[in-house]
């Protein structure tokens, strides 16, 4: 029920390529929600974008610098999506209009010397802004706001959808929960459920009071690029109980990310499929399908949506940034 009169967007540019639908989905549903809102998306690239020629990953940041001190532009690559010209340009458009604050990708004889420029902004994994780099970023928002003249509203419209969204990951709540399997702070203050039941683990999901079919997401954790530390997962929808015969969505889930040459333990989101009007659905969830799992299979939390006409309609993958 918050009202936003500034929002920010911000989307890590070398995932674009998976996560580009979800972030025109967001826009256009912060749009229609409130009208008269500044929209900022964030398109800055990273250090992580940088690699050196002949190398998958970027080693630790002292050695990194040490290795770039001795080498040329031409031993460095950037890895940049080719249609991220096109994101720019829709986000503009007036399903959306929103602004996007931009830091231009260096030309190929300035990669050392943006490099060395922007290696305070970032934390030591290249990726995640530091403290002074927010503060930078801070300062590049209210900017934007400044030279728009933008002036505060508090218009809002009705949410054209009854979505339900639910996260514990940042605060281990268990407000609307109703689930077998225990909430566990597992690293820095984050939580999830863990599927320790070797008979079954549920999640039930309440669609009872919705006239509509909708269609449910499910948040997990998932690492890589080798090891696999959760084995995967099988994960059913049973409407009514959770032992209900003839599943209605059977989703095998891969919880190894290879997509990414660096150690990863993120946060990533997978299509279940569809729940019917007026009942209870209970998301099952079967762990350690590769039979070599160290950890229980970590759920974070789920997503139930209506469906919307789209400019363009997701895939049914992974939506590692949509909601």
């Given at each position: 029920d918050a009202i936003y009169d500034v929002i920010v967007i911000e989307y890590m540019p070398h995932m674009y390529s998976s996560t580009k639908q979800a972030m025109l989905r967001l826009g256009e549903r912060m749009r229609q929600r409130f009208p008269d809102a500044m929209i900022i998306y964030i398109d800055m690239?990273?250090?992580?974008q940088f690699k050196i020629n002949g190398t998958t990953t970027i080693p630790a940041m002292d050695e990194y610098y040490k290795a770039i001190a001795n080498i040329r532009n031409d031993d460095l690559q950037f890895q940049l999506a080719d249609d991220m010209a096109m994101m720019r340009e829709t986000?503009?458009?007036?399903?959306?209009?929103a602004h996007v604050l931009q830091y231009d990708v260096p030309e190929p004889s300035e990669y050392k010397e943006a490099i060395q420029t922007m290696r305070n902004y970032y934390n030591p994994d290249h990726k995640h802004w530091s403290q002074f780099g927010m503060k930078w970023l801070k300062h590049k928002i209210i900017k934007v706001i400044r030279e728009n003249q933008h002036k505060r509203s508090d218009r809002v419209r009705i949410?054209?959808?009854k979505d339900e969204c639910l996260s514990w990951y940042q605060d281990g709540s268990e407000r609307s929960l109703h689930t077998n399997m225990?909430?566990?702070a597992f690293r820095d203050g984050k939580f999830a459920l863990e599927a320790i039941h070797s008979d079954?683990?549920?999640?039930?999901?309440d669609n009872t009071a919705s006239r509509k079919p909708k269609h449910a997401y499910l948040s997990f954790m998932g690492t890589g690029p080798s090891d696999d530390v959760y084995g995967g997962a099988r994960v059913e929808l049973h409407p009514e109980h959770p032992t209900t015969p003839n599943a209605t969505a059977v989703v095998n889930i891969d919880t190894l990310m290879t997509w990414y040459p660096a150690p990863w333990h993120v946060v990533r989101h997978k299509y279940i499929g569809e729940i019917q009007p007026g009942l209870f659905t209970y998301l099952t969830i079967a762990g350690n399908q590769?039979?070599?799992a160290t950890q229980d299979f970590r759920a974070v939390g789920f997503n139930v949506v209506t469906e919307e006409p789209l400019q363009e309609k997701f895939s049914g993958e992974d939506l590692r940034a949509a909601f």
């Open positions: 690239w990273t250090i992580d986000v503009q458009k007036e399903s959306i209009r949410w054209q959808s225990p909430m566990v079954l683990n549920f999640i039930r999901i590769t039979g070599k």
